[in-house]
């Protein structure tokens, strides 16, 4: 079984920043894409960002410029860095991880419990 962890998340001004951790943990796997997305409260959760194992990189066009996703992955851990926070930036986070099963091949996805972020005005 494949658990990610989240961190980072918090209450910061606008234009303040913010990093995102996100640590995957288990057992025999190996993590092709990571990435991030939010849910706003009452809206549904939308891509923030996401990053292969070969680099490539997709952003949604509403944190081009300002966000930055990164990996390591000799750590399994996947970065959000966030700048110039606005107020609409307020959701909670929630990692994801396209995850193979070195046992079977399985594929599957896995989620973070999610990490709030509040940009305040």
């Known amino acids: 079984q494949v658990q990610l962890v989240e961190s980072g998340g918090g209450l910061v001004q606008a234009g303040g920043s913010l990093r995102l951790s996100c640590a995957a943990s288990?057992?025999?796997?190996?993590?092709?894409?990571m990435g991030w997305y939010r849910q706003a409260p009452e809206k549904q959760r939308d891509l923030v960002a996401t990053?292969?194992?070969?680099?490539?990189?997709n952003y949604a066009d509403s944190v081009k410029g300002r966000f930055t996703i990164s990996r390591d992955n000799a750590k399994n851990t996947v970065y959000l860095q966030m700048n110039s926070l606005k107020p609409e930036d307020t959701a909670v986070y929630y990692c994801?991880?396209?995850?193979?099963?070195?046992?079977?091949?399985?594929?599957?996805?896995?989620w973070g419990q999610g990490t709030l972020v509040t940009v305040s005005s």
């Open positions: 994801n991880a396209g995850v193979s099963s070195r046992s079977d091949g399985t594929y599957f996805e896995v």
């Open positions: 288990g057992r025999d796997f190996s993590v092709t894409v």
């Open positions: 990053l292969t194992g070969g680099g490539r990189t």
